[in-house]
């Protein structure tokens, strides 16, 4: 008797997802907010750590931006979750919409307290809170509604198209603020991510509406919360890989927030910032095309542990520099490997769970990014204030690599991956 026929998953093109007229709007629309974030992210790190040196605790510049990372954290381990279960239950387009117009009015009332010097620590954070509420909302809406854009055949060229863009403008929007600081101060940086936010806004009027199935709304949202908690709990692959995501997001990924600190600490200006944090997009941008084409990667799971091995190795280096050339090399190398392996897990992710229940699960992962990485950069803020940030991130660094590599030992489920 003849053996069954293996089906084989054809092979789909890195750019196959371009063939949606909706996916190019969504990608279009994305890339802006990328570059306005990024933007964002160089121009608040500064003004932490001015505000710090205005209040005259220079030497408290990691606390403010731990602080900050606290501010972060309580809304999004808040609502990380029901995020998702809002992904799953309302029209998609309409959730990115509205998220941009929130993310639109933050940046424009930091905008108008620079301009008016009014600029506090409360202010920071507070706005800091509003923010990540608003990607509570945002993260899973982004990624959930990827599938019906494109189809599942190219979820995966979708997904990797999409860390391109995401990469791009983690480079290019803080090269932009640097840029922009000496001719327009602060205030002047903060007001042009507050026109892209809203821009995107408009761009995305263009996508067609995504309502969900009535039967999903009429399911209890606890009970539909529930459901994506116990997916996650339940499928071992799952599970493993949203440990180590989860691990590498509270103790790695802080690193970027604390930049302003690191900069500061090599005696860096506001654009050796700029270069440190665009640092941080060059290697996210190269591990982009590694996300892109992961579908010819065999072993993904060892895969992933090794790259999150490689990258706590090299946020240990980090510690030990001092000049800003060799920390933005080093920089680079740990943001390729950090996010590389971060983007195999979100792919496989996204191509494992079926797609009722895609927002739950990305409301899961985004959980531990808006709430385990502001933690993350609260505690190791905390410890950099006292025994200095270079000795604070090198103990970080040696934690996730071996916390992986046991992973990586113990778990076969990894190893099979």
């Known amino acids: 008797m003849a053996a069954p026929a293996v089906a084989i998953r054809p092979r789909v093109s890195p750019v196959a997802a371009f063939g949606s007229r909706d996916f190019r709007v969504f990608w279009a629309g994305f890339i802006v907010y990328t570059v306005a974030n990024g933007i964002q992210t160089f121009a608040i790190g500064w003004l932490t750590v001015q505000t710090a040196a205005r209040d005259g605790v220079p030497e408290r510049g990691a606390l403010y931006l731990g602080l900050m990372g606290l501010a972060a954290a309580i809304p999004g381990l808040a609502l990380g979750l029901f995020g998702g279960v809002i992904a799953d239950r309302r029209d998609r387009r309409a959730l990115l919409l509205l998220s941009q117009l929130g993310f639109a009015a933050a940046a424009i009332v930091l905008a108008a307290l620079a301009f008016t010097d009014r600029v506090s620590l409360l202010w920071l954070l507070a706005i800091a809170a509003f923010s990540s509420a608003v990607s509570s909302f945002w993260v899973p809406a982004r990624q959930a509604i990827q599938p019906g854009l494109v189809g599942e055949a190219r979820l995966m060229s979708a997904f990797g198209l999409n860390a391109l863009a995401l990469n791009l403008g983690t480079l290019i929007g803080p090269l932009i603020g640097g840029a922009l600081i000496v001719p327009f101060g602060i205030a002047g940086v903060l007001f042009v991510p507050a026109v892209l936010f809203a821009a995107v806004a408009i761009v995305y009027l263009a996508l067609a509406p995504r309502p969900v199935l009535t039967s999903a709304r009429r399911s209890n949202v606890l009970s539909s919360l529930a459901e994506g908690v116990r997916y996650v709990r339940d499928e071992p692959s799952v599970r493993w890989l949203m440990l180590l995501f989860g691990a590498a997001t509270l103790v790695v990924r802080p690193y970027s927030d604390l930049l302003p600190a690191v900069a500061r600490s090599i005696g860096a200006d506001a ?40 990258a706590g190795l ?104």
């Open 314 to 417: 090299a946020l240990a280096i980090l510690a030990t520099r001092t000049d800003v050339a060799s920390a933005v090399a080093l920089v680079v190398v740990l943001s390729f490997f950090l996010m590389t392996s971060s983007g195999v897990i979100g792919a496989l992710l996204q191509v494992a769970t079926p797609d009722h229940l895609r927002g739950r699960v990305i409301g899961v992962q985004s959980l531990l990014i808006q709430g385990g990485m502001p933690l993350g950069t609260l505690t190791l803020g905390a410890v950099g204030a006292s025994i200095g940030i270079g000795p604070a991130l090198a103990i970080a660094g040696l934690c996730i690599a071996a916390f992986s590599a046991v992973s990586l030992a113990l778990v076969p489920v990894l190893r099979e991956r």
């Open 271 to 310: 654009i050796g910032l700029s270069q440190l944090i665009a640092a941080v997009g060059a290697g996210s941008l190269l591990a982009g095309f590694v996300t892109a084409s992961s579908d010819t990667i065999p072993r993904k799971g060892i895969f992933v542990g090794a790259g999150f091995i490689a």
